[in-house]
């Protein structure tokens, strides 16, 4: 893709204009500060545990990478509100190391998107109708770009990719490509938010580290 049709894209993806935009931006604002609350109550909660554990901390990363990965799964796999899934792994992440708690996360998040695929695949007028605007658009998407709008669309926080996922169910976009191609876009995306956030943990909370 090129640089005009990347911009094209992005700008219809995540930019409304007037109202839609000013939603979006307070959406995000009020998103962020749950997300950080409640990776505060979870580091505190971690912290509070370590008086009671009779082995260092760091002897659990294996089930904080497991649980990254549950999490991350679950939260894609769902409607469930994205705040609480992405707050208990940058609570993780801030305690562990984040590289791998980011790579367990992506992963997770990847394979969590497999049901709105699965949808598509069976009947996509289940969650979303064919003749919507959103669902047009994605379905040119997918003709002209293939796989690289997967990982684009994956790229971006707080994009529709749910509907991606099923436009690529319905035209039976290989189901392998389409879990690489969301892994490609999910894992920087998902380092840039472990590491920013782990980092603005560390900064508003030092007493907790």
Same mark, same amino acid.
């Given at each position: ?69 549950? &999490? ?7 409607? *469930?509100? =994205?705040?609480?899934?992405?707050? %208990? #792994?940058?609570? @993780? ?55 690289? &709008? ?7 926080? *707080?994009? =529709?990719?749910?509907?991606?996922? %099923? #436009?690529?169910? @319905? ?39």
């Amino acid at each position: 893709m090129n640089k005009s049709n990347i911009n094209k894209i992005y700008s219809e993806v995540i930019v409304n204009k007037g109202k839609d935009k000013s939603k979006k931006i307070w959406f995000l604002v009020v998103l962020f500060g749950v997300t950080l609350t409640l990776s505060f109550i979870v580091l505190l909660a971690i912290v509070k545990l370590q008086g009671y554990l009779t082995t260092p901390l760091q002897e659990y990363a294996i089930y904080a990478y497991i649980g990254a990965f549950f &999490i991350s799964l679950l939260s894609s796999s769902t409607v *469930i509100f =994205p705040a609480p899934g992405m707050a %208990l #792994v940058l609570a @993780a992440a801030s305690k562990w190391n984040p590289a791998w708690i980011a790579l367990a996360a992506s992963i997770g998040g990847s394979l969590g998107e497999i049901g709105a695929y699965y949808v598509g695949r069976a009947g996509k007028s289940v969650l979303i109708s064919e003749q919507s605007e959103l669902y047009k658009r994605a379905e040119r998407w997918m003709h002209r770009y293939g796989g690289w &709008i997967v990982t684009f669309i994956a790229m971006v926080p *707080i994009s =529709p990719f749910d509907v991606v996922g %099923l #436009v690529a169910g @319905a035209l039976r976009f290989p189901v392998g490509k389409f879990l690489f191609h969301c892994w490609l876009g999910r894992l920087p995306r998902t380092f840039v938010e472990v590491y920013f956030g782990a980092t603005l943990l560390r900064l508003i909370f030092p007493s907790l580290f």
